[in-house]
């Protein structure tokens, strides 16, 4: 390495894990340094084989890296590292160098952590940087705890990959729904319009209020005088309001479903809308997310006729161990995965008259309906007048939910349920999740809607077990 081009800079080792997670890694470090241990190298190469998305991510990491090996004219500099510049990847020009390991460092590790092991040789690699280096900090980034625990121990300054962090704090998420001031009325009243049209209500509202509101953004007064509306349109300080229809009623369901508080009212209002294309819901266990979606589903595909069939995907992966391959066709072998489908089709396909025959009759008519698909062969595919419910959101990457998404033709409409609180899939977590991801940068589009769902509806007992 030059000394030179590490003068007052940070140098970043990152883990083989980073470039799985991120292929662009090593563009995201602005004007520090980057060094990849050969070892990393060695991983990337046993683990770019399949049609896995981590397989994915690692033929495009070494992609990038051979794009900028195609750069240098001797192999001298290889050592003078490599320019980093992120032209192609649409982010601001970074000016860090590209550092891969050209020989064996020597470097002294306790006698407790064997050295062939992949883990212990970065941390061997890290701290002979630390020596080699005095005058830079050197700092390990890893997705892996239990690497970052040992570097810390050892004295290495060891960080997570926080790039793909969309928030600080999961509870400074987007809710989409909030509390008006109880004296609304009164502060807003008299310079408030209103008009109905198609018997619906509308208000608009010139108020500072109006600067923190979003589209389709959904507002409540609690109270006796209960007023429920959502945000059609918003211009600096001036919005326009509309009253939601309210679902909660025998006579007003959603294919035989009342909803059962107002956060359920919401997200009805937001799924039955046409101009809405794309709907997120979050709630924990029990708080009717793919009741709620199925039904409006089965309403526009039946009813309306508004879409042409509802498709159904989840992230295959499993709470306790392994069952192994499941035979059959791609339906077959996703139903196993489609528990919270079949237990809810069970209660919409349940009519009250009509005995066994008409049940049966309706299971059949909604099962020929709802198609159940699997991820793994959604890439290159274009969904035309679809209702596409993606089950277990929280467990798919910023990336993963970015190719579902564009795959959404004319006249189709995506929800996205899930409970960011139970992730499964490795490295992901809250502020990473890409649930998490769509519904803080969706939330300024017309054409989207978000609701937080709060209380369970299931049972007293799975509202109590959530809660411990």
């Known amino acids: 390495m030059s000394n030179q081009s590490l003068t007052d800079k940070r140098i970043f080792v990152l883990d083989t894990n980073v470039l799985m997670h991120d292929p662009a890694a090593i563009f995201r470090f602005h004007e520090h340094d980057i060094y990849l241990p050969m070892i990393v190298l060695e991983e990337l190469d046993a683990a770019k084989k399949g049609s896995s998305e981590v397989a994915r991510n ?9 794009d900028l090996l195609t750069q240098i004219n001797h192999h001298e500099d290889i050592n003078q590292g490599l320019r980093l510049s992120a032209k192609n990847l649409e982010m601001e020009n970074t000016y860090g160098r590209l550092f891969f ?4 460092l020597d470097s002294a590790l306790p006698t407790t952590l064997p050295s062939q092991k992949p883990d212990n040789n970065i941390l061997r690699t890290t701290i002979a940087l630390q020596e080699i280096h005095p005058e830079c900090t050197v700092i390990l980034v890893s997705k892996d705890i239990n690497l970052r625990i040992k570097a810390t121990v050892l004295g290495i300054l060891a960080e997570d990959y926080y790039n793909d962090k969309v928030l600080d704090d999961v509870d400074l998420l987007y809710t989409g729904h909030s509390a008006l001031p109880c004296d ?3 502060t807003q009243g008299k ?5 109905s049209e198609s018997g619906r209500t509308f208000y608009r509202i010139t108020s500072a209020l109006v600067r923190d509101w979003y589209p389709n953004q959904c507002l409540y007064i609690e109270g006796e005088n209960n007023f429920e509306a959502i945000v059609r349109n918003r211009e600096n300080e001036t919005a326009i309001i509309e009253l939601v229809q309210n679902y909660r009623t025998s006579s007003h369901t959603v294919w035989g479903i009342s909803a059962r508080n107002r956060e359920q009212n919401f997200a009805l209002n937001l799924l039955l809308d046409p101009e809405v294309d794309f709907v997120t819901l979050l709630g924990a266990a ?3 997310k793919t009741l709620l ?13 508004l879409y042409r069939e509802i498709i159904m995907t989840r992230v295959t992966i499993p709470v306790g161990e392994d069952i192994g391959f499941l035979p059959g066709t791609e339906e077959e072998k996703m139903t196993p995965w489609m528990g919270a489908l079949m237990d809810n089709l069970e209660v919409l396909a349940n009519p009250e008259n009509g005995g066994e025959w008409a049940r049966a009759a309706t299971n059949d008519l909604l099962q020929h309906r709802i198609k159940i698909r699997s991820l793994n062969f959604m890439r290159g595919r274009t969904f035309l007048n679809r209702f596409i419910i993606i089950d277990e959101a929280q467990n798919l990457t910023s990336k993963q939910m970015k190719t579902l998404i564009t795959r959404a033709g004319p006249g189709t409409k995506i929800v996205c349920l899930g409970n960011i609180a139970q992730i499964d899939t490795p490295y992901l977590t809250e502020t990473t999740s890409g649930l998490t991801y769509v519904v803080d940068h969706f939330k300024t589009w ?3 809607g978000h609701i937080t769902l709060l209380r369970g ?12």
Do not use: P, Y
Not at 191 to 195: P, V
Not at 293 to 305: D, M, P, R, W
Not at 457 to 468: K, Q, V, Y
């Open 58 to 66: 690692v033929r495009q990491a070494t992609r990038f890296l051979n």
């Open 101 to 104: 390991q050209t020989h064996e």
């Open 184 to 186: 609304f009325w009164v």
């Open 191 to 195: 310079t408030m319009d209103s008009w």
């Open 286 to 288: 029990g708080t009717g």
């Open 293 to 305: 979606a199925l039904a409006a589903g089965l309403t526009l595909t039946l009813e309306t006729k």
């Open 446 to 448: 017309d054409h989207s």
């Open 457 to 468: 509806e299931r049972s007293r007992l799975a509202d109590f077990a959530s809660g411990i």
